[in-house]
Structures are given as structure tokens and as C-alpha cells.
């Protein structure tokens, strides 16, 4: 089991394929969370993320070893970006192989959901007359 | 003894970090909390707030040390 833990200023969603290829995977799954450019019908011009980096490393680690404990995984990859995001730019990625496809399907779904519960890290939207700190939905 | 806030509640705060000294320093997660609640009543308003103790999740009755590194967690919003 290989695990790859980031934060970092810019994702980069082209290595991702070679980080999570693994001779006895048959299966990889990725998902990437993007700026869009509206929340509630409001322009949203950016975002700003700010994490505890030291703890959101570590609650990314524990999350991936309990993906992998529950799903057998070869390889769990977790990116988050911080910083100021554009719309369309990529904030987080995580995905994860494994022999047959069910499971990683599975284990992405857990990773993202998790780490939005979890995970020591904040988004700040700017609208064209406001900013606020996201509070997050149900 | 140190305390990190981050998100809104660095913003509620005024500061990405509070100096506490030893004598008014409460003794558990809990005491932190009320003390905080009460010394920043708009810190009420969030759904929720977590404090973290040496990078882990803490429970309300966990003792606070000296040395510990402490930092307050409003509600989550990443990904």
C-alpha cells in the first residue's frame, strides 16, 4: 500500500495516473473538486482556502489508511491546494487503485466525503460585494 | 501557552494566535471552550467548534499541558 498526501499551492492533475498506476491495479479512480463560478445563484469571483497543514496532513493519512484498510487498496492519492483559486481551477484531488473497479469507485466516494468532514481546512468565497467563510452543508 | 485559530475564527478573534499565561489557563478542552465563548460571544453563532490537541481531534475532557500545541477548529469547509 502506497499513500501520497499534499497540500499544496497548485494541483496538478496530469501525474496523476502514473501515481496511482500499480502493476496488480485494474482499476483507478479519480475525482476533482473544482472553483465554480456560482454558489446559491451568486457570482462567485474566487476562493480562498487556508488549512492547519500539519493536522490536515495527518487526518488525510489516517482517512487514506482507513480506505485502504476497508477497501484493499494499492495506492490512495490526496491533494488540496490552498491559497486564492480562480474559477475552473482544480482545489482537490483524490483517488485511489485497486485490483477490480468497485472498490476504488467506492474508496474515491469515501475519500472526498471525509476529508469535507474531517479535514482541517477552510474556503473563503468572494462575491462581487462580500467575502464569508463557507459554513458547510449537511 | 499558545492557542491557533483558523478560518472565521481567526477572523472573530482578531488573531491567528492567542497567548494565555499558566494561571488563567483552563485545565481542560471544556474550560477552553466556555472561556472562549465567553470572551468571544459570536464564536456562539458557528455550528460547531472543535479544538484540536497536538494535531488530533480532542474530546471535551481532555487535560490541557503546557506544552501542548492547541488550535481551535470552526466547522470545516474544504474540498
Known sequence: ?138 | MKIHFFGIAKEIVGSSELDYSALEFPKTVAGLKVQLLEQYPKLQELSSLAVALNKKYATEEMELSQNDEIAIIPPVSGG
Open chain 1, 1 to 138: 500500500m502506497e499513500i501520497n498526501i499534499k497540500i499544496v499551492d497548485q494541483i496538478d492533475c496530469t501525474r496523476v495516473y502514473e501515481d496511482l498506476s500499480h502493476p496488480g491495479s485494474g482499476g483507478v479512480c479519480v475525482f476533482i473538486g473544482s472553483v465554480r463560478n456560482t454558489t446559491a445563484n451568486e457570482a462567485v469571483n474566487e476562493l480562498f482556502f487556508e488549512a492547519y497543514e500539519a493536522m490536515a496532513i495527518s487526518e488525510m493519512e489516517v482517512i487514506a489508511k482507513e480506505a485502504t484498510a476497508q477497501w484493499g487498496l494499492n495506492k490512495v492519492i490526496m491533494h488540496h491546494a490552498i491559497g486564492t483559486k480562480k474559477i475552473e481551477e482544480p482545489v482537490v484531488l483524490v483517488g485511489a487503485s485497486s485490483a477490480h473497479r468497485s472498490a476504488c469507485f467506492e474508496a474515491c466516494r469515501f475519500l472526498i466525503d471525509t476529508l469535507k468532514e474531517r479535514v482541517p481546512i477552510w474556503k473563503k468565497e468572494f462575491f462581487d460585494n462580500k467575502n464569508v467563510w463557507v459554513t458547510p452543508h449537511p
